[in-house]
T-cell receptor
Framework: DSGVTQTPKHLITATGQRVTLRCSPR?????VYWYQQSLDQGLQFLIQ???????AKGNILERFSAQQFPDLHSELNLSSLELGDSALYFC????????????FGPGTRLTVL | AQSVTQLGSHVSVSEGALVLLRCNYS??????LFWYVQYPNQGLQLLLK??????LVKGINGFEAEFKKSETSFHLTKPSAHMSDAAEYFC??????????????FGQGTILTVHP
């Protein structure tokens, strides 16, 4: 158990819909990262937040957005969903001590029908 | 920009045989290097990491990797494979330095199959 929690575990929805994925980092970790894992693209970095501020952005679509709240949990919002958005979405967290290690949650499997 | 290439999307070994999973990276700055393992329907678990210091790093479950700067490689090895090692393995690189680490760039993954 990494200490990172993600909800829900599975999500099935239709094209055009909007969903919210939630992540709680390990206690004390200030950084949260979101990754997408798909058969086509592999594991890709989406976005990073550090203590509530956006810190780095990867290949995140404009239809996707994220935020980190004062209690450090984070949400990834996916809107106008398309079939190609079906993937496993991981959240990871890291501390501020400089170890570089990221701890991954169990993921949310999104299926868009 | 950073990138990772894992040579071989599938590797098959017999139980008790040497495991060698290859990883080459590209980075314009000193890299931090990682190997993660993913079991079916689970998240990623860190096997080992190289940040600074000793270039031969030991991880969990008997795995180790050696950072070779001249070859830009970070290959993962285990002397004797066990059935429980069957999983998908990912090599990843990130930038070094600072208290806020950026993205992990992952390789495409190598699926390890262990035969009895």
């Amino acid at each position: 158990d990494s200490g990172v929690t993600q909800t829900p575990k599975h999500l099935i929805t239709a094209t055009g819909q909007r969903v919210t994925l939630r992540c709680s980092p390990r206690s004390g970790d200030l950084s949260v990262y979101w990754y997408q894992q798909s058969l086509d693209q592999g594991l890709q970095f989406l976005i990073q937040y550090y203590n509530g501020e956006e810190r780095a952005k990867g290949n995140i679509l404009e239809r996707f957005s994220a935020q980190q709240f004062p209690d450090l949990h984070s949400e990834l919002n996916l809107s106008s969903l398309e079939l190609g958005d079906s993937a496993l979405y991981f959240c990871a967290s890291s501390d501020a001590r400089g170890s570089g290690e990221q701890f991954f949650g169990p993921g949310t499997r999104l299926t868009v029908l | 920009a950073q990138s990772v290439t894992q040579l071989g999307s599938h590797v098959s070994v017999s139980e008790g045989a040497l495991v060698l999973l290859r990883c080459n990276y590209s980075s314009s700055v000193p890299p931090y290097l990682f190997w993660y393992v993913q079991y079916p329907n689970q998240g990623l678990q860190l096997l080992l990491k190289y940040t600074t210091g000793a270039t031969l790093v030991k991880g969990i479950n008997g795995f180790e990797a050696e950072f070779k700067k001249s070859e830009t490689s970070f290959h993962l090895t285990k002397p004797s494979a066990h059935m429980s090692d069957a999983a998908e393995y990912f090599c990843a690189v990130s930038r070094s330095g600072g208290t806020s680490y950026g993205k992990l760039t992952f390789g495409q993954g190598t699926i390890l199959t262990v035969h009895p």
